[in-house]
């Protein structure tokens, strides 16, 4: 494997061999293609600023940022207007979200939640998640933010298998309007032992 034993275990909490990978590269197989310092981002998420700066305010707006529709988040009549500001955690987020909602127009949605602790995320979770151009949701330091993006390696393998490291989480802080507004959480520089989780919100119309 391309991982060192002497890496710190904030980098390999970011780091994934998928399972067709897993084991140690055999003798006799080709080296991986390294694809390094790749970038993705979502397009085209909304500029919402939180009300205040209060947990329960910047916790809503970025709920709103993350589902990309003024109508399901989390205007007056919106179908998630009571449901978010009363939360304590990502976790607890996710649970009140989960199920089935009715909008203003009277037709329905179906959120899926999907939430990881931070001692259990990994990188396949954070490319793969926002390849889709979703979201996530993450709590670090004691605020919320909105993972727009991010920086990565890719190890692909010639059996099919590949790996992601990622080097940078691309954050949107919903208490900002300014240059505040877009931050960096940096893998060499910052600690992951301060990012509590994060959550993903899957809606079917």
Same mark, same amino acid.
């Given at each position: 494997?391309?991982?060192?034993?002497? @890496?710190p275990?904030?980098?390999? +909490?970011?780091?994934?061999? %998928?399972?067709?990978? *897993?084991n140690?590269?055999?003798? $006799?197989? !080709?080296?991986?293609?390294?694809?390094?310092?790749?970038?993705?981002?979502?397009?085209?998420l909304?500029?919402?600023?939180?009300?205040?700066?209060?947990?329960?305010?910047?916790?809503?707006?970025?709920?709103?940022?993350?589902?990309?529709?003024?109508?399901?988040?989390?205007?007056?009549?919106?179908?998630?207007?009571?449901?978010?500001?009363?939360?304590?955690?990502?976790?607890?987020?996710?649970?009140? @979200?989960?199920?089935?909602?009715? +909008?203003?127009?009277g037709? %329905?949605?179906?959120? *899926?939640?999907?939430?990881?602790? $931070?001692? !259990?995320?990994?990188?396949?979770?954070?490319?793969?998640?926002?390849?889709a151009?979703?979201?996530l949701?993450?709590?670090?330091?004691?605020h919320?933010?909105?993972?727009?993006?991010?920086?990565?390696?890719?190890?692909?393998?010639?059996?099919?298998g590949?790996?992601?490291?990622?080097?940078?989480?691309?954050?949107?802080?919903?208490?900002?309007?300014?240059?505040?507004?877009?931050?960096?959480?940096?893998?060499?520089?910052?600690?992951?032992?301060?990012?509590?989780?994060?959550?993903?919100?899957?809606?079917?119309?």
């Amino acid at each position: 494997m391309f991982l060192k034993r002497h @890496l710190p275990a904030s980098i390999l +909490l970011l780091t994934l061999i %998928s399972c067709c990978s *897993a084991n140690a590269q055999t003798e $006799g197989q !080709s080296p991986p293609v390294v694809l390094l310092n790749q970038e993705v981002r979502v397009a085209a998420l909304p500029s919402i600023v939180a009300d205040s700066r209060s947990e329960s305010d910047v916790m809503t707006a970025s709920v709103a940022i993350a589902v990309m529709d003024a109508e399901i988040c989390c205007g007056r009549r919106s179908a998630l207007e009571d449901r978010t500001g009363s939360a304590r955690s990502l976790k607890e987020l996710g649970e009140k @979200l989960r199920g089935k909602h009715y +909008l203003d127009s009277g037709s %329905s949605i179906v959120i *899926a939640d999907q939430y990881w602790p $931070g001692e !259990s995320v990994n990188a396949d979770v954070i490319v793969n998640t926002l390849m889709a151009q979703r979201p996530l949701i993450m709590h670090w330091n004691g605020h919320f933010y909105v993972v727009c993006g991010a920086v990565f390696d890719e190890y692909r393998y010639s059996d099919g298998g590949d790996a992601h490291v990622v080097h940078k989480l691309l954050l949107i802080d919903a208490r900002f309007s300014d240059h505040s507004r877009f931050t960096v959480f940096n893998r060499e520089t910052d600690d992951w032992g301060k990012v509590s989780g994060l959550l993903a919100l899957v809606i079917t119309r």
